[in-house]
Nanobody, 122 residues
Framework: VQLQASGGGLVQAGDSLRLSCAAS?????MGWFRQAPGQERESVAV????????YYDRSVKGRFTISRDNAKNTVYLQMNSLSPEDTAVYYC???????????????????WGQGTLVTVSS
């Protein structure tokens, strides 16, 4: 199973970016996590297999939107009103849990993408 993330880049504060993550197979829960230098990897947004349950970290709620297209085995992260605090490597992840639950911890995901760097300048 492979996850291919794309869409990162260098933007200015207030700009938008859309991250995409394509899976080689159908997956259950999927999510976006990020890791800034010297910090632990943290959950940003996760979505269950049907798209009916979604979680956002409070730091991105109202600015980021996670969505998925199961026909394309792809999950997206629309990021608006970016700030320098959003600068990090963003990772997509997936698991094989098909339930209504949303899982926030990195240990709940066994498939990870390679990461895409998002840099927001002030």
């Amino acid at each position: 199973v492979q996850l291919q993330a794309s869409g990162g880049g260098l933007v200015q504060a207030g700009d938008s970016l859309r991250l995409s993550c394509a899976a080689s197979v159908s997956l259950g829960g999927m999510g976006w996590f990020r890791q800034a230098p010297g910090q632990e990897r943290e959950s940003v947004a996760v979505i269950n297999w049907s798209g009916t349950s979604i979680y956002y970290d409070r730091s991105v709620k109202g600015r980021f939107t996670i969505s998925r297209d199961n026909a394309k085995n792809t999950v997206y992260l629309q990021m608006n009103s970016l700030s320098p605090e959003d600068t990090a490597v963003y990772y997509c992840a997936g698991n094989t849990i098909y339930s209504g639950s949303i899982l926030l911890h990195t240990a709940n995901y066994d498939t990870w993408g390679q990461g895409t760097l998002v840099t927001v300048s002030s």
